[in-house]
């Protein structure tokens, strides 16, 4: 919590024109015999070689007991391995660190590499560490391992200014100055907050049956639910957007949202839910509360051998409080009694979903694989069902159409279903429109025991006004709906 409620460290300016200037100096010698970092004398002798890239330290990983880390601008920690082997957060004993930042840490360490030796001789940096950025580095690492030896090191700045591959490094008993690459300091910065092992949402698709967004006051202002439920054949076409308006959402927009929700992730552990905390992170009274609700139920995944091993699960609804943003990539929110970051581009897709944009633009949302029986009714008193009987045997499945109890051409009907399936509205009907009589009706009926109806009524000389189940939305062009054989 410390990058929402203490202030940094100041950095000091220290490294200006004249440790800029000696920075190029030494690249340009690096590309010769040597690099020579000190102020020559007439009896100075230039070393005639300089050995590039080699190992400082070699130990196993799980040696290292006790690592603290200070880097610049930010609050020093230490971490201490357990009896567990793992590592807690010294003075936090109930937060143990995230074994890949652990595991991170701890590897760059026992295996400690340079990239180069800048020189061997002391005399020629101990008094000018400010001009290498060594005073103040980037940062600072000490750490013990269980045989009793402690070891420390800074990095400080880039060889280059501007190019950032190659940084002055120093170790405690060494007199030689080295060059290190990026990998390492980059392996050895982390913000406290990163340390803590951040849980993954249980959120699963194959079991979500309602997604909701509600505001402060609890009011729902954007809701999804599965009408039916999640056993039933065809779930994944059977969803409805429920606010701010009640109509079927379209399916592959909706199964990009399912994915969004099963991907979604906690970015950094920010500090547990005091009341401190969530009054600087926004959250003692949040903004938005987003939810995932799952039903009870099995889900199955293949393992690394081909063993296809089947959880079940009790049903669970998974929130998110949602607060201020922390910056312009991510957002506080609280999940549990700790509070985490989320980036805002993983929360947009509710956040900002739009509503007439996922509500389904085809009248017709059963597909032919869902299709059990379609019944069309006339105004002028014609009905007409067509019913689908589908028999499987050895050879495969076989698929007959009974229009009025009489068989028609199967590949007839399934040409002209599927070019009904492609019928899209043409707009949104215009707020307080008004429609006249129902001249059409279609009543499909589904694999799951569900129906849908869509009902075409004058709107005016050129469009009907579309009812799908029950609410209207939409007008299509008169004469849109393909006609079946």
């Not at 490294?15 to 100096?25: E, I, P, Q, T, Y």
């Not at 991170?104 to 000018?128: F, K, M, P, S, V």
């Not at 549990?336 to 989320?342: C, D, L, R």
Request: proline letters at 3%; one cysteine or more.
């Amino acid at each position: 919590m410390e990058e929402v409620l203490k202030k940094k460290r100041g950095r000091k300016k220290s490294r200006r024109g004249a440790a800029l200037a000696l920075a190029v100096c030494l690249l340009a010698l690096s590309a010769g015999t040597a690099i020579l970092i000190r102020r020559r004398t007439e009896t100075a002798e230039m070393p005639e070689k300089h050995e590039s890239g080699g190992t400082l330290i070699q130990e196993a990983p799980e040696e290292i007991l006790r690592v603290t880390v200070d880097e610049r601008n930010r609050e020093p920690w230490t971490m201490e391995r357990n009896g567990e082997g793992t590592f807690q957060l010294t003075g936090e004993q109930d937060w143990t660190v995230d074994p890949m930042m652990s595991d991170r840490i701890t590897d760059a360490l026992a295996h400690l590499e340079y990239a180069e030796i800048l020189t061997e001789n002391r005399e020629e940096y101990e008094g000018r560490l400010a001009e290498f950025g060594l005073d103040e580095p980037e940062v600072a690492v000490e750490w013990e391992t269980a045989d009793g030896k402690s070891h420390a090191l800074r990095i400080g700045s880039a060889l280059m200014p501007g190019e950032n591959d190659s940084y002055f490094m120093l170790l405690e008993g060494e007199d030689r100055l080295f060059a290190v690459d990026a990998g390492t300091l980059q392996d050895l910065s982390a913000d406290r907050t990163l340390l803590h092992a951040v849980p993954d949402l249980p959120i699963r698709k194959a079991l979500l049956d309602g997604i909701f967004l509600r505001n402060a006051e609890g009011e729902t202002v954007l809701g999804w639910e599965l009408n039916g439920t999640i056993t039933d054949q065809d779930a994944g076409v059977n969803w409805r957007m429920t606010a701010p308006i009640r109509y079927a959402a379209d399916e592959e927009l909706m199964e990009n949202l399912r994915e969004s929700a099963e991907n979604l992730g906690l970015g950094a552990y920010v500090g547990e839910a005091t009341e401190d905390h969530l009054t600087a992170c926004g959250l003692s009274a949040p903004r938005l509360s987003l939810s995932f609700h799952m039903a009870a139920g099995s889900t199955g995944t293949v393992t690394e051998s081909g063993v296809y091993d089947v959880s079940d699960w009790e049903e669970e609804t998974v929130t998110l409080l949602i607060g201020n943003e922390r910056d312009e990539m991510s957002v506080f929110v609280q999940y549990g009694e700790a509070i985490y970051t989320v980036t805002a581009f993983a929360l947009n897709p509710f956040l900002e979903a739009d509503p007439i944009g996922m509500a389904a633009r085809y009248p017709a949302v059963t597909p032919l694989n869902s299709l059990i029986s379609l019944t069309v009714q006339k105004e002028d008193g014609e009905e007409i069902t067509y019913e689908i009987a589908r028999e499987t045997s050895e050879e495969g499945e076989n698929v007959l159409c009974l229009k009025n109890g009489e068989e028609i051409d199967w590949n007839a009907f399934e040409a002209a279903y599927n070019r009904m399936l492609v019928v899209s509205v043409s707009g949104t009907l215009p707020q307080g429109a008004e429609w006249g009589k129902t001249h059409t009706k279609y009543t499909f009926r589904t694999v799951s025991g569900r129906t849908h109806t869509v009902e075409l009524s004058d709107f005016d000389g050129m469009h009907d006004a579309v009812t799908l189940d029950g609410e209207t939305l939409f007008y299509l062009i008169r004469g849109g709906m393909t006609e079946l054989p």
